[in-house]
């Protein structure tokens, strides 16, 4: 049975990353009462990031997971409410738009959806097998696991990168395993990568089974994407995927309008989607720049349209 209440909501936040942060400071200081449903794993990819150098006004840097505490405190401040659950489904076909909990239904007149991204995997039954026994897609969550042993990154982006010059410190070796002959990376990343002496690049390889016992990874067999060859055993001890991301739109997709790779689209120089009242900001609807100021900024303005469209409904009135 759902259990619902009378109570509409001015507007519901779905997802706590640095958008849904940004936008629920900006809707409670404009005093929409917001109400956040950050889901069970709050805070988004931040809370997988190590030091985060490029966020303005933080000139030492800071952590993923300091810097998402922090939003958090300062919406907190402003009374924003937190419901730490995952939505199992929307309703936009009526209004006020009904939000599911599980069991339990909230209705709302707005919605600004912020549930960002999640990591892909390549999709291999042996990667299937051996995860969290060596592969992950989180080497701030598992690298200290990795002390003293070889393990590889795939990817050629900022993200693998990143992924491998944090995991120096504790690994012995670290290889980069990329399927092109370039880096997709920005140039100050790339250099860090190439100048690092635990760091070893494999060009133009790719990952075509993940080998281990009944323990753990052992290696991984590699394909030569230029011969085709894939005799080739790399003997690593983890495996950490850093080959992009899925925007987290599976609850959506009946509703709203989403490019060709799942993305939802917003209005050009907005955040309105082609439903009047509902919003997207952050990575969920970022193909692009994927940074957390670029995510927090588009937050701002999801809060921002949001309560002028709020404003403008006559028959709508704000608590």
Same mark, same amino acid.
């Not at 940004?22 to 709050?42: C, D, K, Q, S, V």
């Not at 290889?175 to 990376?185: E, G, K, L, P």
């Not at 281990?212 to 323990?215: I, L, P, Q, T, V």
């Given at each position: 049975m759902v259990e619902s209440s009378d109570q509409v909501e001015n507007v519901i936040i779905i997802g706590s990353g640095p958008a849904g942060l940004?936008? #629920?400071?900006?809707?409670?200081?404009?005093? /929409?009462?917001? /109400?956040?449903?950050?889901?069970? !794993? #709050?805070g988004g990819q931040l809370m997988l990031t190590t030091d985060v150098e490029n966020y303005p006004g933080f000139p030492e840097g800071i952590t993923g997971p300091e810097l998402i505490a922090q939003l958090r405190k300062q919406a907190e401040r402003f009374n924003t409410r937190f419901l730490t659950k995952n939505v199992t489904r929307v309703d936009f076909e009526q209004r006020p738009f009904r939000i599911f909990v599980g069991a339990r239904e909230f209705k709302?007149? @707005?919605?600004?959806?912020?549930?960002?991204?999640?990591?892909?995997?390549? +999709? /291999?039954?042996?990667?299937?097998?051996?995860?969290?026994?060596? %592969? @992950?897609?989180? #080497?701030?969550?598992?690298g200290a696991f990795f002390k003293n042993v070889p393990v590889a990154v795939v990817g050629g982006g900022d993200t693998a990168m990143e992924e491998a010059q944090f995991l120096t410190r504790f690994a012995s070796q670290v290889?980069?395993?990329?399927?092109?002959?370039?880096?997709?990376?920005?140039?100050?990343?790339?250099?860090?990568?190439?100048?690092?002496p635990k760091i070893t690049v494999l060009w133009n390889r790719e990952v075509v089974e993940v080998l281990?016992?009944?323990?753990h %990874?052992?290696? %991984?067999?590699?394909?030569?994407?230029?011969?085709?060859?894939?005799? !080739?055993? /790399?003997?690593?001890?983890?495996?950490?995927?850093?080959?992009?991301?899925?925007?987290?739109t599976d609850l959506f997709k009946n509703y709203l309008d989403l490019n060709?790779? +799942?993305?939802?689209?917003?209005? &050009?120089? @907005?955040?309105?989607?082609?439903?009047?009242?509902?919003?997207?900001? +952050?990575?969920?609807?970022? &193909?692009?720049?994927?940074? #957390?100021?670029?995510?927090? +900024?588009?937050?701002?303005?999801?809060a921002i349209d949001c309560e002028r469209w709020l404003e403008a409904q006559e028959d709508l009135k704000k608590k």
């Open positions: 940004t936008a #629920a400071i900006y809707a409670a200081r404009a005093n /929409l009462n917001p /109400l956040m449903i950050e889901g069970e !794993e #709050a709302t007149h @707005s919605v600004i959806i912020a549930t960002g991204a999640s990591a892909k995997y390549l +999709g /291999l039954d042996s990667e299937k097998r051996y995860m969290n026994r060596g %592969v @992950s897609a989180c #080497a701030t969550c598992d290889y980069v395993i990329h399927r092109r002959d370039t880096f997709r990376a920005s140039k100050i990343m790339a250099d860090r990568t190439l100048r690092n281990g016992n009944d323990k %990874v052992t290696g %991984v067999r590699l394909r030569d994407t230029l011969s085709g060859a894939d005799k !080739e055993i /790399l003997n690593v001890e983890g495996l950490f995927l850093a080959i992009g991301h899925k925007p987290n060709e790779v +799942g993305y939802i689209k917003t209005r &050009p120089g @907005s955040t309105y989607t082609n439903i009047p009242g509902v919003f997207a900001a +952050g990575d969920v609807q970022d &193909p692009v720049y994927r940074q #957390a100021i670029t995510a927090a +900024g588009s937050g701002c303005m999801a």
